[in-house]
């Protein structure tokens, strides 16, 4: 049986390594080499991966692709993306060709407000309370004047702090509700920071609040920005006369808008549908919010809230046909940064934000929110014309082809041979042990 290890984080890197293959690997050897082939050659470079996170043994490689030709508000990108399902960065290009020829995507910033809360709770009366918080508030200002300042020239900082009365929902339980603008940051840590701060103001000032008896006991439960950023929203939509869409699917343009319009109808009305449909919009948003360096988790996490705002799970896109024009576009919430975090630390962070000609955040939102319109343009597209297991299939049989080892020769016999059959796990392994067979 296997015992738990005690100081794991504090053996070296090769010690680590060692417990973990005595521990896990039946082939030792194999699973240390393996490790190892991952680590980069330039050991600073290494160095730097390794303390990103804690008890790194190795790297995990993602491809990183690029999207090239989207117009967004007339100025031309090509968009990276890391991703490791394929057919993502291959839909994406080509809704971006689509769309250049059909005057481009429009964006635009609708707010750019973050959240962050300090839970606590109160045993006394609410007015007490709100008298109290009234008057402590320009305090809760001033003591974090030393963490605001570079923010507020900048033209940031804290928007607002509210006392909230949430007893409906749990005895005893308020809020500060704070509001921030952090430009470029991402923020969490300001934000965070600003909060604690908060907390420790409002905890302090409540011991020697005269006005409250012994029995008025104020708990601190803890304090935190909150990742649903409903006002930090950002819009894109594309547009085009109807008689404009779909030259070369084999399906005549107004049928494909009216198809296409179903299709985004049901994902607004059919909470099955919705969750796929948002989750092809995220292949796009995830892929290039970590290519640049910014928290995928956090807006996942914010985007699905924002998609069961009004009490059920619904699409983020909107599609309609008006006086012969045909329109899609998104409204989503996107909470990114631009500085600070991983932007200024991984060189292929650094390198994306180059190649989109370093963005500020509130570009950023709308670069990110058009890769989602797009992405969600091709599936749809896709599904209501060919279907996707077309294009998908396509790179399943690359993938299957280089778990197998095939040369590129291979790799051309193989593709042709199925670009009118069904690729199957078996039944390219099949064709791809007769090739070998025929060869020998
Ligand atoms: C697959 O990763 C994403 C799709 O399922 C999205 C959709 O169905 O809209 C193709």
Request: charged share 20%.
């Amino acid at each position: 049986m296997k015992q738990p290890i005690k100081g794991f984080s504090k053996l070296s890197k090769e010690d680590k390594i060692d417990w973990l293959v005595a521990n896990y690997f039946q082939d030792n050897s194999k699973a240390k080499d393996l490790i190892k082939n991952y680590w980069h050659s330039d050991q600073k470079l290494q160095q730097l991966h390794d303390e990103f996170i804690e008890n790194t043994i190795t790297n995990y490689y993602l491809p990183f692709g690029v999207a090239p030709n989207f117009l967004i508000n007339d100025k031309l990108y090509s968009i990276p993306m890391a991703i490791e399902e394929s057919s993502v960065v291959a839909a994406a290009s080509k809704a971006a060709k689509f769309w250049l020829e059909r005057g481009g995507f429009k964006a635009a910033i609708v707010s750019t407000k973050k959240v962050g809360q300090v839970h606590f709770t109160f045993s006394g009366d609410f007015e007490k309370l709100n008298t109290f918080f009234n008057k402590i508030k320009p305090q809760l200002f001033q003591d974090t004047k030393g963490m605001t300042q570079n923010m507020e020239k900048r033209g940031g900082g804290i928007l607002d702090i509210e006392l909230v009365d949430k007893r409906e929902a749990l005895e005893q339980y308020y809020q500060l509700h704070c509001t921030f603008e952090t430009l470029d940051a991402m923020g969490a840590n300001f934000i965070n920071s600003c909060l604690e701060q908060f907390a420790k103001t409002l905890k302090g000032a409540a011991e020697v609040y005269t006005d409250f008896s012994p029995e008025d006991e104020l708990t601190i439960i803890m304090s935190i920005l909150s990742n649903y950023v409903p006002e930090c929203l950002v819009k894109a939509e594309v547009s085009c006369p109807v008689s404009e869409l779909n030259e070369d699917d084999g399906i005549a343009p107004e049928v494909f808008a009216d198809k296409f319009i179903k299709a985004v109808r049901i994902a607004e009305v059919e909470p099955y549908r919705a969750v796929t449909h948002n989750k092809g919009i995220m292949n796009g948003i995830d892929a290039v919010v970590l290519a640049t360096g910014n928290d995928f988790r956090a807006v996942e996490a914010g985007v699905h809230a924002y998609a069961a705002r009004n009490g059920q799970y619904s699409s983020l896109t909107h599609a309609s046909v008006e006086n012969g024009i045909f329109k899609f576009w998104i409204e989503i919430p996107l909470a990114l940064g631009t500085v600070g975090g991983l932007t200024s630390l991984h060189p292929l962070v650094k390198l994306a934000l180059e190649m989109l000609e370093k963005p500020n955040a509130r570009e950023l939102m709308m670069l990110v929110a058009v890769a989602g319109l797009a992405q969600n343009f091709g599936a749809l597209r896709s599904l209501t014309t060919t279907g996707i297991q077309k294009g998908h299939m396509k790179m399943h049989l690359m993938n299957i082809l280089n778990q197998l080892g095939a040369t590129q020769e291979e790799k051309i016999i193989m593709t042709n041979y199925f670009k009118t059959r069904t690729v199957s796990h078996s039944e390219v392994i099949e064709k791809f042990n007769s090739l070998k067979t025929i060869k020998q």
